[in-house]
């Protein structure tokens, strides 16, 4: 029997189909809250998974999907955005994502969110990225991520 998807997730594919992405979000009985649980869980390299993270720019709240395989670098990535980052607070990153922490996605906030895409993301085919809640993943291309938020692609460490 299929599942339905939480609320929030549906959110998340509604926005996808609205961009003209399939909108199709699978969920996992495995954890996935992390990208090495989400890679395990997939079978692709940790280096394949999206990982939505919220920093704040000064004091403006920023998207960065950043390849499962990288830590950001906050005083060089804060350099190439004029500003300087720091990790949001928790409570922000539900506030401003409407998402839970482990499955925020790339899409699917109640507002745009200026967002940089990890340029190591491109050296994968296939990408996959956080639902909207835990335990739910889309799959995506690194061409496919930059147009669908919007975003702009950064050398984040």
């Given at each position: 029997m299929a599942r339905s998807l939480p609320a929030v997730a549906a959110r998340v594919s509604d926005t996808l189909i609205a961009r003209g992405h399939h909108g199709v979000i699978v969920t996992q009985d495995e954890p996935t809250h992390t990208a090495a649980q989400a890679a395990q869980a997939l079978g692709v390299e940790v280096g394949a998974i999206t990982k939505s993270l919220l920093f704040l720019l000064d004091e403006d709240p920023v998207l960065l999907l950043v390849s499962g395989e990288h830590q950001v670098d906050l005083e060089r990535t804060g350099e190439r955005l004029?500003?300087?980052?720091?990790?949001?607070?928790?409570?922000?990153?539900?506030?401003?994502?409407?998402?839970?922490?482990?499955?925020?996605?790339?899409?699917?906030?109640?507002?745009n969110l200026s967002t940089y895409v990890d340029n190591a993301l491109s050296r994968h085919r296939e990408l996959w990225a956080a639902g909207g809640h835990p335990n739910t993943l889309f799959r995506t291309s690194f061409s496919e991520l930059v147009r669908i938020t919007a975003g702009l692609a950064i050398d984040v460490d």
């Open positions: 004029q500003g300087t980052l720091t990790r949001a607070p928790a409570e922000v990153v539900r506030a401003v994502t409407g998402q839970p922490i482990g499955g925020v996605a790339p899409v699917g906030h109640p507002t």
